[in-house]
């Protein structure tokens, strides 16, 4: 504890390993003079031992878009999960995707569908009380409302969530030359069935044209 009649003459960082930080500080008394020694007190402050939900973007190519810091995460995960259901054309639905993006990677990656995902997450995600885990998924994590939801459970069950942005279909769109400040609502549109066909994006698209904006539209 400092005296109010103390006061601190520097502040020095050192780091000493990855694993802690030093912070030291020396303090001199007001009446001292400059040549007085000074009293040093040394706080020692260690990372945080908790486990964590990594939930990592990849990015719209192919395996090596995904950013340094994710890979960095992904190397310290026991288990990797890939979503594999809000975006078809997903690493892990291709012919070969998988494989290379565990060849990349370093790590065997379990596949995740809407079950596992929006009923059983709850697995995984006591995994990550316990052990790092990772949880990939193509483009940026916020590009389908599945994820925030997911961050919401895993903060409920006391879990630590770290997110990794990467590029995403809102923002790429903008290789077609259109403004992205002129795009409306972005719309879903379903695969249609020989029983289902709705039709509800109509609307939208069409409020989003009265508008003078642009609709993205979004297949799956």
């Avoid at 006061?7 to 000493?16: A, F, G």
């Avoid at 990592?56 to 878009?65: A, C, S, W, Y």
């Amino acid at each position: 504890r400092v005296n109010p009649s103390e006061k601190l003459r520097k502040t020095v960082y050192v780091r000493e390993s990855p694993e802690d930080t030093f912070t030291s500080f020396s303090i001199l008394p007001s009446s001292a003079t400059v040549n007085s020694p000074p009293r040093s007190v040394v706080f020692l402050r260690r990372r945080s031992t908790r486990k964590m939900l990594y939930i990592i973007g990849l990015g719209l190519g192919d395996e090596k878009d995904i950013t340094v810091k994710g890979l960095e995460a992904i190397e310290k995960c026991e288990k990797v999960y890939m979503e594999a259901y809000t975006s078809l054309l997903s690493f892990g639905l291709s012919s070969h995707g998988l494989s290379n993006l565990e060849k990349f990677y370093g790590k065997p990656i379990i596949l995740a569908d809407r079950e596992m995902v929006e009923e059983k997450a709850d697995q995984f995600l006591s995994q990550a009380q316990h052990s790092h885990v990772a949880f990939l998924v193509v483009g940026d994590p916020f590009g389908a409302t599945t994820h925030t939801d997911l961050v919401v459970r895993a903060k409920k069950m006391g879990v630590e969530v770290k997110i990794v942005h990467n590029a995403s279909v809102m923002n790429a769109v903008g290789i077609c030359g259109l403004q992205l400040y002129r795009y409306g609502e972005t719309v879903s549109i379903p695969f249609f069935t020989d029983t289902w066909r709705p039709d509800s994006f109509y609307e939208k698209i069409r409020e989003n044209r009265n508008l003078g904006l642009h609709t993205l539209c979004l297949l799956g």
